[in-house]
T-cell receptor, first 114, second 114 residues
């Protein structure tokens, strides 16, 4: 099993450009999450999904959109990138109803917006 | 609102010392608590997960305890080694609700000197 994978690993964007980050998991997890990690701020939840076709806002959703068309994939989109979105993005997944509901994280995507 | 605090923010110890990392949370209604390790520029590696009904979990030289009533968890590392140098993150999963996302502390950066 690959676990949770993220593509790309690194990306540099110019202000106003758009891009999509892909998260894939092969553990048949129902829940998937996108977090961002910034220095001095810890990890914060951007959006999450409790199942295929469903998404919801987290703590810092502005400027991002997400889609969960397939159970194993969770996409994070930036329509018009801003320097404030320079961050490291982590995807995670977990089971819905199976203890201990441990979250498994991907390796991260380092995004720089100039 | 759940808040997670980790003290100290940074810690430097000589090799071989036993050490304790602290994590506190403001709302005791948690489902579980996870300790993660993060190496520079890398993703999150789950170290230990403690269910709300448990008091402690052990893995090798690591022991994590949980006191829900006081809103505290500690991560004990025995006989520290230079390879333990990393940032250690504590995160709690809320009890109830449908999202199951983790609330993270800002981490403790540990440096173990040879």
């Amino acid at each position: 099993n690959a676990g949770v994978t993220q593509t790309p690993k690194f990306r540099v964007l110019k202000t106003g450009q758009s891009m999509t980050l892909l998260c894939a998991q092969d553990m048949n997890h129902e829940y998937m999450y996108w977090y961002r990690q910034d220095p001095g701020m810890g990890l914060r939840l951007i959006h999450y999904s409790v199942g295929e076709g469903t998404t919801a806002k987290g703590e810092v959703p502005d400027g991002y959109n997400v889609s969960r068309l397939k159970k194993q994939n969770f996409l994070l989109g930036l329509e018009s990138a801003a320097p404030s979105q320079t961050s490291v993005y982590f995807c995670a997944s977990s089971y819905r109803d199976r203890d201990p509901h441990e979250q498994y994280f991907g390796p991260g995507t380092r995004l720089t917006v100039t | 609102k759940q808040e997670v605090t980790q003290i100290p923010a940074a810690l430097s110890v000589p090799e071989g010392e036993n050490l304790v990392l602290n994590c506190s949370f403001t709302d005791s209604a948690i489902y579980n608590l996870q300790w993660f390790r993060q190496d520079p520029g890398k993703g999150l590696t789950s170290l230990l997960l403690i269910q709300s009904s448990q008091r402690e979990q052990t893995s090798g030289r690591l022991n994590a305890s949980l006191d829900k009533s006081s809103g505290r968890s500690t991560l004990y590392i025995a006989a520290s080694q230079p390879g333990d140098s990393a940032t250690y993150l504590c995160a709690v999963r809320r009890y109830g609700g449908s999202q199951g996302n983790l609330i993270f502390g800002k981490g403790t950066k540990l440096s173990v000197k040879p």
